[in-house]
C-alpha cells in the first residue's frame, strides 16, 4: 500500500522561502512519477511540479508556468522523499499542497492515482 506523507507547510512572508518534503513507502515500481499539486481556497487543484523515476535514476523535472524559476523539486537518494524548495513566495502560493505519485510517471502531471494527505502553505503579504 503506497503512503505519502507530507511535511514542512506552514506560514512564510512574501519573498520567502519554505520547503516541503513527503515522504513515500510502499513502493513496488521499478519506475513512477511523483510530484505536487496545490489548491487554494475556491479554485481547483492545480499541477505545480513533477519528477520522474526511472531504473533508479531520477530525470528532469517539469513545473507549471506559474512556480518556473521560483520552485525546485528534487529527491533524496532513494528517491523515496521528495523535496519542493519554494522560494519568493507570493500570496497567490497560498494553497494546500499534496503530494503525488503515480507508476506511470507521464500521469503524473495531470491523474496521479495516490495523494498524501496534504499540507498547508500560507504566505502574507
Known amino acids: 500500500q503506497v503512503q505519502l506523507v507530507e511535511a514542512g507547510g506552514g506560514l512564510a512572508q512574501a519573498g520567502g522561502s519554505l520547503r516541503l518534503s513527503c515522504a513515500a513507502s510502499?513502493?513496488?515500481?521499478?519506475?513512477?512519477?511523483m510530484g505536487w499539486f496545490r489548491q487554494a481556497p475556491g479554485k481547483e487543484r492545480e499541477f505545480v511540479a513533477a519528477?520522474?523515476?526511472?531504473?533508479?535514476?531520477?530525470?528532469?523535472?517539469r513545473y507549471a508556468d506559474s512556480v518556473k524559476g521560483r520552485f525546485t523539486v528534487s529527491t533524496d537518494s532513494t528517491g523515496n522523499v521528495l523535496y519542493l524548495q519554494m522560494n519568493d513566495l507570493k500570496s497567490e502560493d497560498t494553497a494546500i499542497y499534496y503530494c503525488?505519485?503515480?507508476?506511470?510517471?507521464?500521469?503524473?502531471?495531470?491523474?496521479?492515482?495516490?495523494w498524501g494527505q496534504g499540507t498547508q502553505v500560507t504566505v502574507s503579504s
Open positions: 503525488v505519485l503515480d507508476e506511470d510517471w507521464t500521469m503524473v502531471p495531470t491523474q496521479p492515482r495516490y
Open positions: 510502499g513502493l513496488s515500481f521499478g519506475a513512477y512519477g
Open positions: 519528477m520522474p523515476r526511472i531504473g533508479g535514476l531520477t530525470l528532469g523535472a
